[in-house]
Nanobody, 122 residues
Framework: VQLQASGGGLVQAGGSLRLSCVASGLSFDDYAIGWFRQAPGKEREAVASITWRRQDTYYQDSVKGRFTISRDNAKNPVYLQMNSLKPEDTAVYYC????????????????WGQGTLVTVSS
């Protein structure tokens, strides 16, 4: 299984970015895709996740109402639309596959992609 995250960049506070996660090699559809982030000097934290089949979702409280996780009907990719970005959203964002629930627990995800850097300037 391979996951490829993309879409990061530099944006001003209040701006938007859309991250994409393309997964290959998944042989079943009862899984979840999660977005995590890690800021410098901080632990990795869950941002949002979605189950592929039922599209159940999880959001961290600090991103509710600003971020939206979704998936393309044609299997790939999974998107993370990030609006009203804040400087505290600055981090390396990773996508991961696991499941079967939309969990915030990183131990339930067993495949990780490389990160994409999001920098929000004030």
């Amino acid at each position: 299984v391979q996951l490829q995250a993309s879409g990061g960049g530099l944006v001003q506070a209040g701006g938007s970015l859309r991250l994409s996660c393309v997964a290959s090699g998944l042989s079943f559809d009862d899984y979840a895709i999660g977005w995590f982030r890690q800021a410098p000097g901080k632990e990795r934290e869950a941002v949002a996740s979605i189950t592929w089949r039922r599209q159940d979702t999880y959001y961290q409280d600090s991103v509710k109402g600003r971020f939206t996780i979704s998936r393309d009907n044609a299997k790939n990719p999974v998107y993370l639309q990030m609006n009203s970005l804040k400087p505290e959203d600055t981090a390396v964002y990773y996508c991961a596959s696991g499941g079967p629930t939309a969990s915030s627990n990183s131990s339930t995800y067993n495949n990780w992609g490389q990160g994409t850097l999001v920098t929000v300037s004030s």
